[in-house]
């Protein structure tokens, strides 16, 4: 009996091309995860090895960079698109809030820094704004806008609905749908975070 032929492996760099520019953090090939939509500046790329995800059009390791140094220079907090929330919620995870340019995971910004000679020292799970962040994004859901609920409380920026009756709506959605939100949030966040994968870290980054 003959065995079967191994399944061929394919490079992810053979993947790589004009619609699949290389990620600012690893080199690797971006490819596409959400469409352009209301309130992003363009289409969503992901990378399938360090996890970064790009809104629009990469740039290079020096403006990816530059963004997460407004996160901090030493200590940053990230919205994890590694997380189980942004696995979950895909084009509604809450994580993707206007402007935002780059959608960091741990790995990525591990590769970021040693641009700067620096290492990720500690990695924690930040319950409070994590359980948050899954709320909100089981919420988006619900509602035609994007953090509606979260921007209420001043906690970022909302993608609004386009029409007033819909955004009447969602506020009516968002007062109703809050709690049981919350219920089912919780424990999900902490399932998430027992495994690794907790919608926001808090990162330490020291000088090598
Ligand atoms: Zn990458």
């Known amino acids: 009996m003959s065995t079967p032929p191994s399944k061929p492996v394919v490079p992810l760099e053979a993947g790589a091309g004009p619609d699949n520019p290389p990620c600012p953090a690893c080199g690797e090939p971006l ?15 992901r990378c399938e090895s360090c996890g970064l995800g790009v809104v629009g059009e990469p740039g290079g390791t ?3 960079l530059a963004c997460l140094r407004e996160l901090g220079s030493d200590s940053a907090r990230i919205a994890n698109r590694a997380g189980f929330s942004a696995w979950i919620g895909g084009a509604g995870w809450a994580g993707l809030e206007p402007q935002t340019r780059y959608l960091f995971t741990e790995e ?21 704004t994590g359980v948050a ?10 509602t035609f806008g994007r953090n509606i609920a979260l921007a209420t ?3 970022g920026k909302a993608v609004p ?8 709506l969602d506020l009516v959605i968002s007062a109703l749908a809050a709690v049981p939100a919350f219920l089912i949030a919780v424990p999900l966040e ?12 808090t990162l330490r980054m020291d000088l090598l």
């Open 161 to 168: 609905a386009t029409r007033p009756w819909q955004r009447r």
């Open 31 to 45: 490819f596409g995860w959400i469409d352009s939509r209301p309130g992003l500046a363009g289409p969503v790329r």
């Open 190 to 201: 902490l399932l998430a975070a027992a495994c690794g994968r907790g919608s926001v870290l």
């Open 62 to 64: 020096d403006e990816a």
């Open 133 to 142: 962040l899954m709320w909100q994004t089981i919420l988006n859901g619900c």
């Open 108 to 128: 990525a910004v591990r590769r970021l820094v040693a641009n700067r000679d620096q290492v990720v020292s500690r990695a924690r799970w930040s319950p409070g």
């Open 153 to 155: 409380l001043g906690q």
